[in-house]
């Protein structure tokens, strides 16, 4: 049987697969459930995966995945009840988008910040499953592909040549994985943390050093939404 809040953790990550594709962040769990510290978040996922409710997916970031339900909930989140004369769904349509195209923007830095990327280089078909539900300011939804360079950001699962999906957005929450623009010039993937007039870029890597700079000095390009990983 589980707690109150195991029970609002499992349908909140159940909510956001359903929605977007990929699990909330720990900021975003802790923040949902009201809890100070994530502690609290990782004794309530070890909680649900000794009891065989979630299991957790190695080698990729945020990756948690539903493997049971309390009874009388389902999987998938449920809808509000609509008018019967509605069409019928275009099923033909439906499964054109199952694949999205998105543009591959080159290798960024998940250590030494690199030049800044411009022009894609080509495209990368991704599952529209690992596409976020709201807009960016760039075409295919506001998603874009990059390839990784480097190991910095290996303890969050996330290694050189993995290509990882973005979101196109200029603000995220503390605790994200961002794309970060520093000088217009330079451009890195690391966890965002603001420290007053600072902005922190965190690695994944305790070999790393976190670099902090005045927050005019940063910019967000986009949010890590998704990963693709090829054995």
Do not use: W
């Amino acid at each position: 049987m589980l707690t109150r809040k195991q029970k609002e953790l499992l349908l909140l990550i159940r909510d956001r697969l359903a929605a977007d594709g990929v699990s909330p962040s720990f900021d975003e769990m802790k923040q949902s459930l009201g809890l100070k510290s994530k502690s609290g978040i990782h004794r309530l996922i070890t909680g649900l995966e000794e009891r065989g409710f979630i299991k957790r997916l190695p080698h990729r970031a945020r990756a948690l995945e539903i493997v049971k339900l309390p009874d009388g909930e389902s999987k998938t989140r449920k809808s509000k009840s609509v008018p019967s004369d509605l069409p019928t769904p275009d099923m033909a349509a439906i499964a054109s988008v199952q694949s999205v195209a998105l543009p591959l923007y080159g290798r960024i830095a998940a250590g030494t910040p690199i030049e800044a990327l411009r022009d894609p280089n080509g495209s990368l078909d991704v599952p529209a499953g690992l596409l976020a539900s709201s807009r960016g300011n760039v075409e295919n939804g506001g998603h874009y592909a990059l390839e990784i360079s480097g190991d910095s950001m290996i303890e969050a699962g996330i290694l050189d040549g993995d290509r990882v999906i973005i979101r196109a957005c200029d603000h995220a929450n503390d605790g994200a994985i961002v794309v970060a623009l520093v000088d217009e010039q330079e451009a890195t993937l690391k966890y965002l943390r603001r420290e007053g007039s600072m902005v922190a870029l965190e690695p994944a890597n305790k070999n790393y050093e976190t670099r902090r700079l005045p927050a005019s000095r940063v910019r967000v390009q986009g949010e890590l939404v998704g990963l693709m990983r090829r054995y």
